[in-house]
């Protein structure tokens, strides 16, 4: 279970990016956090993995408390974090398999991964997950000869290979297409409910938010403005997000069938 | 304010009028100072007496020059294979301690501020000596040889490389290295996993730039007696064998030409 009491993030500039937000993902649950563009959604995912250290407040890991933590035990604390971001964030000149095993950093020692000599079993476990995710044949291959969804595949390996409790999902449909946005998001909630995984998951696209999570959770301005379950997402609860537009083609079709997505071509602003 | 109102509607242009002035008279002035030097060397160093005979001098020495002592070439292999080794043992050892030191230099790897401070006063303190001082220098402490001119050339090229390379760490994507972090790498694995693949093209390019600039570095170096090309260089002018200075400079225009050549093939294949 991951619990925030009273997160509160001011950055150097003085802008509040977090205000006082408290939630609690139990196990194995699917959350979507959706809010506009410098809601504070990313501040929030990396306050959780310490990327950002919060400024007030505490954040527990089961009966971890992240925001105490020494550097060393960050570390060891971070393995059980997977993370996956917008723009894949592999690291483009090395093989796809190399950043799949990057994934075990955290468990093998430098001059080990230096020559990359990776334990037998975690290289057998990144062939495994690489076949679930349908990209076998790409394990050396390098990554920037890959698709944008091949490479969020890669990155979902990465995470994956963790073995972690909780993923954190940034914007993972932000540069993809509406179809490679739609396997993508299904393809991360069945292997959280394969693993029992709980995910956090930034997402702009509000449809997608409702279709492939368990509940939604709304940021505006560092504050915490909607906890509901997908369909409690009506035209009022939006315009208090994201303000006053006509919400209802966004939401009407929430159960019907794949065909089209409305994607929003909205571009990610500077991370607050 | 590029854009002017006037009664016709809005116009645009690059400059305001005043700033197109001061632009105007900046040139105004750079010229004038150049007009003004240019004066100032012909009336005070030139020496006149020299002028009348320059042209017979050159023609003369040409004249000595030719044709060149073809044969003398059988002394000069020897000489060339010091030089060029001294330009890559210099430059392997610069490039090995400029990773660390470039490290230690880019804002977003150093350990700490005054780390920085360190490597950065190594980069600056390298750069300014001339390897021909290096040289000098390193003569009188090891005596005259190769192993003077290898250090010369290594100690002058730290610098050149940390710079390029810092400057090449600082540039890369933050991105790809904080995915490294959130996995739980330490500080060195991110470096290994994070930053090294980014920046290894630069490392290849920078070391194969600097070995061709090394290899015209050590030429010279034997005229201080540092081993290498310049040794046969100094003694021939020394003893104004004319015809033998010209086949060595046939020789060292031949071994640039060459590692040009190498350099560029080589930078080719790797980036």
Same mark, same amino acid.
């Given at each position: 279970?991951?619990?925030?009491?009273?997160?509160?993030?001011?950055?150097?500039?003085?802008?509040?990016?977090?205000?006082?937000?408290?939630?609690?993902?139990?196990?194995?649950?699917?959350?979507?956090?959706?809010?506009?563009?410098?809601?504070?959604?990313?501040?929030?995912?990396?306050?959780?993995?310490?990327?950002?250290?919060?400024?007030?407040?505490?954040?527990?890991?089961?009966?971890?408390?992240?925001?105490?933590?020494?550097?060393?035990?960050?570390?060891?604390?971070?393995?059980?974090?997977?993370?996956?971001?917008?723009?894949? /964030?592999?690291?483009?000149?090395?093989?796809?398999?190399?950043?799949?095993?990057?994934?075990?950093?955290?468990?093998?020692?430098?001059?080990?991964?230096?020559?990359?000599?990776?334990?037998?079993?975690?290289?057998?476990?990144?062939?495994?997950?690489?076949?679930?995710?349908?990209?076998?044949?790409?394990?050396?291959?390098?990554?920037?000869?890959?698709?944008?969804?091949?490479?969020?595949?890669?990155?979902?390996?990465?995470?994956?290979?963790?073995?972690?409790?909780?993923?954190?999902?940034?914007?993972?449909? /932000?540069?993809?297409?509406?179809?490679?946005?739609?396997?993508?998001?299904?393809?991360?909630?069945?292997?959280?409910?394969?693993?029992?995984?709980?995910?956090?998951?930034?997402?702009?696209?509000?449809?997608?938010?409702?279709?492939?999570?368990?509940?939604?959770?709304?940021?505006?301005?560092?504050?915490?403005?909607?906890?509901?379950?997908?369909?409690?997402?009506?035209?009022?609860?939006?315009?208090?997000?994201?303000?006053?537009?006509?919400?209802?083609?966004?939401?009407?079709?929430?159960?019907?069938?794949?065909?089209?997505?409305?994607?929003?071509?909205?571009?990610?602003?500077?991370?607050? | 304010?590029?854009?002017?109102?006037?009664?016709?509607?809005?116009?645009?242009?690059?400059?305001?009028?005043?700033?197109?002035?001061?632009?105007?008279?900046?040139?105004?002035?750079?010229?004038?100072?150049?007009?003004?030097?240019?004066?100032?060397?012909?009336?005070?160093?030139?020496?006149?007496?020299?002028?009348?005979?320059?042209?017979?001098?050159?023609?003369? =020495?040409?004249?000595?020059?030719?044709?060149?002592?073809w044969s003398y070439i059988d002394v000069l292999w020897k000489p060339i294979w010091d030089t060029l080794n001294i330009?890559?043992?210099?430059?392997? =050892?610069? =490039?090995?301690?400029?990773?660390?030191?470039?490290?230690?230099?880019?804002?977003?790897?150093?350990?700490?501020?005054?780390?920085?401070?360190?490597?950065?006063?190594?980069?600056?303190?390298?750069?300014?000596?001339?390897?021909?001082?290096?040289?000098?220098?390193?003569?009188?402490?090891?005596?005259?040889?190769?192993?003077?001119?290898?250090?010369?050339?290594?100690l002058r090229s730290i610098g050149g490389c940390s710079k390029l390379l810092y400057e090449a760490i600082e540039e890369?994507?933050?991105?790809?290295?904080?995915?490294?972090?959130?996995?739980?790498?330490?500080?060195?694995?991110?470096?290994?996993?994070?930053?090294?693949?980014?920046?290894?093209?630069?490392?290849?390019?920078?070391?194969?730039?600097?070995?061709?600039?090394?290899?015209?570095?050590?030429?010279?170096?034997?005229?201080?007696?540092?081993?290498?090309?310049?040794?046969?260089?100094?003694?021939?002018?020394?003893?104004?064998?004319?015809?033998?200075?010209?086949?060595?400079?046939?020789?060292?225009?031949?071994?640039?030409?060459?590692?040009?050549?190498?350099?560029?093939?080589?930078?080719?294949?790797?980036?």
């Amino acid at each position: 279970m991951l619990r925030l009491v009273n997160v509160l993030k001011r950055y150097k500039t003085g802008d509040v990016a977090l205000n006082n937000v408290s939630l609690e993902i139990p196990d194995g649950q699917v959350i979507a956090l959706i809010g506009p563009s410098g809601a504070g959604k990313s501040t929030l995912i990396r306050c959780v993995n310490r990327l950002v250290t919060p400024t007030e407040g505490k954040i527990f890991l089961g009966d971890t408390e992240l925001t105490a933590l020494s550097s060393r035990a960050l570390r060891k604390a971070r393995r059980r974090m997977g993370m996956i971001f917008q723009e894949y /964030a592999l690291v483009e000149r090395l093989t796809v398999m190399e950043n799949v095993l990057s994934g075990r950093l955290g468990y093998v020692g430098f001059w080990a991964s230096w020559f990359r000599k990776f334990p037998k079993k975690d290289v057998q476990e990144a062939y495994r997950l690489l076949d679930r995710v349908g990209l076998m044949d790409m394990a050396d291959k390098r990554a920037d000869e890959l698709s944008g969804g091949q490479r969020q595949r890669v990155g979902i390996c990465r995470a994956l290979i963790q073995n972690p409790e909780l993923l954190l999902v940034d914007e993972p449909t /932000a540069s993809l297409d509406p179809k490679t946005s739609r396997q993508i998001m299904r393809l991360i909630n069945e292997l959280c409910a394969e693993r029992g995984l709980a995910a956090i998951i930034n997402i702009h696209d509000v449809h997608l938010a409702q279709m492939y999570s368990q509940r939604i959770v709304g940021l505006k301005l560092g504050e915490l403005v909607f906890d509901g379950p997908p369909d409690g997402l009506v035209p009022d609860v939006l315009t208090e997000i994201y303000g006053e537009e006509d919400w209802e083609a966004t939401i009407e079709d929430v159960d019907e069938d794949d065909e089209d997505v409305d994607e929003d071509g909205e571009t990610e602003g500077p991370r607050t | 304010m590029p854009i002017i109102q006037t009664p016709g509607g809005p116009t645009w242009q690059r400059r305001t009028t005043p700033k197109q002035l001061i632009i105007w008279f900046s040139w105004l002035v750079g010229i004038a100072v150049v007009v003004f030097a240019w004066l100032r060397i012909a009336d005070n160093d030139l020496l006149w007496v020299y002028m009348p005979t320059v042209g017979r001098e050159a023609t003369d =020495m040409v004249s000595r020059m030719v044709p060149p002592k073809w044969s003398y070439i059988d002394v000069l292999w020897k000489p060339i294979w010091d030089t060029l080794n001294i330009a890559t043992i210099g430059t392997v =050892m610069a =490039m090995i301690l400029a990773v660390p030191i470039a490290f230690a230099a880019a804002v977003n790897t150093t350990p700490h501020r005054a780390v920085r401070a360190v490597a950065l006063f190594i980069i600056v303190a390298s750069r300014s000596v001339n390897s021909l001082i290096w040289a000098l220098a390193l003569v009188f402490i090891l005596g005259p040889g190769i192993l003077a001119g290898t250090l010369a050339i290594g100690l002058r090229s730290i610098g050149g490389c940390s710079k390029l390379l810092y400057e090449a760490i600082e540039e890369i994507d933050h991105k790809q290295v904080e995915a490294i972090e959130a996995t739980g790498a330490s500080r060195l694995q991110q470096m290994a996993y994070g930053i090294m693949p980014q920046v290894m093209p630069t490392f290849a390019g920078v070391a194969v730039f600097r070995w061709d600039i090394n290899v015209r570095g050590s030429t010279i170096l034997g005229l201080v007696g540092a081993g290498g090309i310049g040794l046969q260089l100094s003694g021939s002018m020394a003893t104004l064998a004319w015809t033998q200075v010209s086949m060595i400079l046939i020789a060292i225009l031949g071994t640039v030409v060459i590692s040009e050549y190498v350099s560029a093939k080589v930078r080719h294949a790797i980036i």
